[in-house]
């Protein structure tokens, strides 16, 4: 269906003539232009390299996205994540050196080949050769096709990619990961897939880094004993929450202090919490001390005030 409708469209406008943008296919060789001294230059430009690490990250994890994705769509063999990179990388390091983009996994090519009923991983290989057959055979014919039926094309097979099942569930369940998926979406469709990416790869970072540095401080009333368990993530960010919550105990309560629940300790946190556990040891010891120089004291005003 999707070839029928790009061909039908570039019929259409071929036969009315009509005044729209169509994709410009130029010869292979005219497309090859390694970089000379002067790009080779730009190297150790500052704002270069932070371009070419910004480009590396995102096509990285677009791949990694695009391989996971995948790799739920059918029951074949997983991918191996660490040949995708490498072969990434390599395939962009050749890339560089002939002046062609950056290459990158692409979810609805990907998708495209499941659907189409691939099995092995020469799918991926076969559809590089038909690309490359058709630029280099039938440059004519790709130049008739409009680039808005290409868009059409793109965005149907992205639509039926989106779990629109499992967005409610998300929302109620996860609303922060909904939020990332919501901001995400918007920015590529307002921006490039570039911004979108790098939108959505700050606030997962964010998100994920909120996650990690939340505590919950639990009390619950044992045989004579007040355990206070804590679990979470214990790091200085939440360390004034913590000690608030530890402080508020009540100070005449002997206090069981319950750790295993925690996933990580930085060393800020382990060191307050060493502290407090002495301190309230201490003032308890001074309070029992204080209380038996009172009984003490007591019992002597008792034997005085008795004697003749």
């Known amino acids: 269906a999707p070839l029928v409708a790009v061909g039908v469209a570039a019929g259409a406008t071929a036969l009315f003539r009509l005044p729209v943008e169509r994709i410009r296919v130029d010869g292979l060789l005219d497309a090859v232009r390694p970089p000379g001294g002067d790009d080779w230059a730009r190297l150790v430009d500052l704002g270069m390299l932070g371009t070419v690490l910004a480009l ?25 994540y660490d040949k995708e990179l490498i072969a990434q990388g390599a395939g962009n390091t050749v890339c560089g ?8 996994a692409v979810i609805v090519r990907s998708s495209a080949n499941v659907h189409a009923g691939a099995r092995t991983k020469a799918s991926r290989v076969l559809h590089g050769l038909w690309l490359l057959l058709f630029v280099a ?16 094309v793109l965005v149907h097979a992205g639509f039926k990619l989106v779990p629109l099942r499992v967005l409610v569930p998300l929302w109620r369940g996860h609303r922060g990961e909904a939020v990332v998926l919501g901001v995400t979406a918007v920015t590529v469709v307002a921006t490039s897939l570039f911004e979108g990416v790098l939108v959505g790869l700050l606030l997962a970072v964010a998100k994920t880094a909120w996650d990690i540095s939340h505590v919950h401080v639990e009390t619950v009333e044992g045989p004579g004993v007040l355990v206070v368990r804590v679990t979470g993530n214990a790091t200085f960010l939440r360390l004034p929450e913590l000690l608030d919550a530890l402080e508020a105990l009540p100070a005449d309560r002997k206090v069981e202090l319950e750790l295993s629940g925690l996933r990580h300790t930085d060393h800020a946190c382990a060191a307050e919490l060493e502290g407090w556990a002495a301190q309230r040891e201490a003032r308890q010891v001074e309070g029992r001390a204080g209380a038996r120089r009172g009984e003490e004291d007591g019992r002597r005003e008792g034997a005085l005030s008795s004697a003749p």
């Open 56 to 80: 590396a990250l995102i096509a990285s994890a677009e791949s990694l996205f695009s391989a996971a994705a995948v790799d739920r769509m059918h029951q074949g063999r997983r991918t191996d």
């Open 97 to 104: 050196a002939l002046g062609a983009l950056p290459m990158t």
């Open 137 to 152: 055979a039938l440059p004519g014919a790709l130049g008739a096709i409009p680039v808005a039926a290409l868009a059409g």
